[in-house]
């Protein structure tokens, strides 16, 4: 069943030339227990569009479209229901665990806080529930790791904190915005495997936003892949891994460290992303792009279906991966 509906979803923000869109007639879905992983580079709106789903845009921010969570329309609701919202039914975590932990408080009292504010639970009654949170995390001695403060912990361990805390009020979907960015790789793998065995315990469902890529080939059902706050292509997370159409979805692949490359240099997409406000006309990567013709910097820039459930937004060159492998 549908959990998160989000259609043609435009985050408008004020910058100092004046507003701009920052993501753009955005749409997607996330059913129940899904596993969605939205990636791009850096600046490509992926952060507004999660922030827009949690009420919590930057000021003078504002989002038009349709964001429908649970069978209800959530965008345009008011400060109350959003607080509402937030832990109780979408929680959040962040690239810096310390983003949502307090350094002065102790995990106890920060963990407990969120379910005695939602949940009505008494202390004792909250405090069980957190041992047996910071054991679902996996933290050693979750009941001397109750006493302590945030600081005493690695990284890794205040992102399996910070996760705890997201899960203290049972919500029905995680928002992870780039939550193993800042850990090495070996950690960020057992955060990557701690989330995929959250979802499989309790049915949640989970957003995971990211720059790279191969941190979703393990973790993800579908995967949206975003260039200049549009979506560029959508689709299973095994196939558009396997075969991407996009010719900005097969250079992020392409550049991928992977075992099959091994010994080669890694390839790059040649040059930058453009400036939020400067995003070029029709498709916006047409600049970067080695199959543009003159039409693609004509908008509009329509979906072309390449399997069920996979699109691209590439009128001309759908199948550039089959030539690129030919070639
Ligand atoms: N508070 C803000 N005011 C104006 N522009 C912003 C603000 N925050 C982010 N931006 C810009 O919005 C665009 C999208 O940002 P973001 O969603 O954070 O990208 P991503 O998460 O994909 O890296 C970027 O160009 C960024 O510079
Ligand atoms: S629409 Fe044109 S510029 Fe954009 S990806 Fe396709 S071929 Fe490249
Ligand atoms: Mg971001």
């Known amino acids: 069943m549908t959990l998160l509906n989000v259609s ?47 009420g919590l845009l930057p000021y003078k921010g504002k989002a038009s479209g349709s964001i429908n969570f649970d069978g209800k329309e959530v965008l345009g609701s008011s400060k109350k229901k959003y607080q509402h919202m937030r832990g109780k039914e979408i929680s959040m975590i962040f690239q810096d665990p310390m983003t949502s932990l307090h350094p002065m408080l102790t995990v106890q009292t920060q963990l407990t806080e969120h379910m005695r504010y939602h949940d009505k639970m008494s202390k004792s009654a909250a405090r069980e529930s957190a041992l047996k949170l910071l054991d679902t995390v996996k933290i050693p001695d979750p009941a001397s790791a109750l006493r302590a403060h945030p600081s005493q912990f690695s990284g890794g361990m205040r992102q399996r904190i910070a996760i705890a805390m997201a899960l203290a009020c049972e919500p029905k979907l995680l928002i992870a915005d780039e939550p193993t960015t800042a850990l090495d790789v070996t950690v960020q793998a057992g955060i990557l495997r701690l989330l995929h065995q959250i979802r499989d315990e309790r049915n949640l469902s989970i957003m995971i936003i990211t720059h790279d890529l191969g941190v979703l080939s393990s973790l993800t059902d579908k995967i949206l892949i975003m260039y200049a706050g549009s979506e560029v292509e959508s689709g299973p997370a095994r196939e558009l891994l396997s075969n991407p159409r996009h010719p900005y979805s097969q ?26 406000g400067n995003f070029p006309s029709g498709c916006a990567f047409h600049p970067r792009c080695g199959f543009a013709e003159d039409r693609c910097s004509v908008p509009p820039i329509d979906a072309t279906v390449v399997s069920k459930g996979h699109r691209i937004y590439c009128p001309v060159n759908p199948f550039a991966h089959d030539r690129v492998e030919q070639s």
């Open 251 to 276: 250079g992020l692949i392409a550049a991928l460290p992977g075992a099959s490359r091994e010994g080669k240099f890694l390839t790059s997409i040649d040059g930058m992303p453009p400036e939020l």
């Open 8 to 54: 043609d979803l435009t985050v408008t923000l004020a910058t100092s030339t004046g507003d701009a869109d920052a993501v753009r007639n955005l749409s997607f879905s996330l059913d129940g227990g899904e596993i969605l992983g939205i990636a791009g580079e850096s600046g490509s709106g992926k952060t507004m569009t999660a922030l827009s789903i949690m």
